[in-house]
Nanobody, 120 residues
Framework: QVQLVESGGGLVQPGGSLRLSCAAS????????MGWYRQAPGKQRELVAD???????NYADSVKGRFTISRDDAKNTVFLQMNSLEPEDTAVYYC??????????????WGQGTQVTVSS
């Protein structure tokens, strides 16, 4: 069974930093794009950042210059370094990865989510 497990969320003051991690495990054949989404109360889930197998990155305008996504393919892990956090960044952050668990094809998998709260 393939799964994504996130860690690193928590409570931080405005201007602070957090680093999220997400590790994929199970019978994985291929991992393609990995990314982070977030969902704030009363809002739709939105893309924060993603990274391709070649290392190409894509960021939401609201986090450009503050967040950095990276991946360690040897450990099937994706990271999100979040700096200069703002109260508007408060949300549940979800890891997403497009993976092949068998040779019938790939699909998107989601982590369980980790809460990030930015407050003084």
């Amino acid at each position: 069974q393939v799964q994504l497990v996130e860690s690193g969320g928590g409570l931080v003051q405005p201007g602070g930093s957090l680093r999220l991690s997400c590790a994929a495990s199970g019978s994985i054949i291929i991992i393609n794009t990995m990314g982070w989404y977030r969902q704030a109360p009363g809002k739709q889930r939105e893309l924060v950042a993603d990274i391709s197998t070649g290392g190409a990155t894509n960021y939401a305008d609201s986090v450009k210059g503050r967040f950095t996504i990276s991946r360690d393919d040897a450990k099937n892990t994706v990271f999100l370094q979040m700096n200069s956090l703002e109260p508007e960044d408060t949300a549940v952050y979800y890891c997403n990865a497009h993976m092949w668990a068998d040779y019938r094809g790939g699909r998107h998998y989601w982590g369980q989510g980790t809460q990030v709260t930015v407050s003084s």
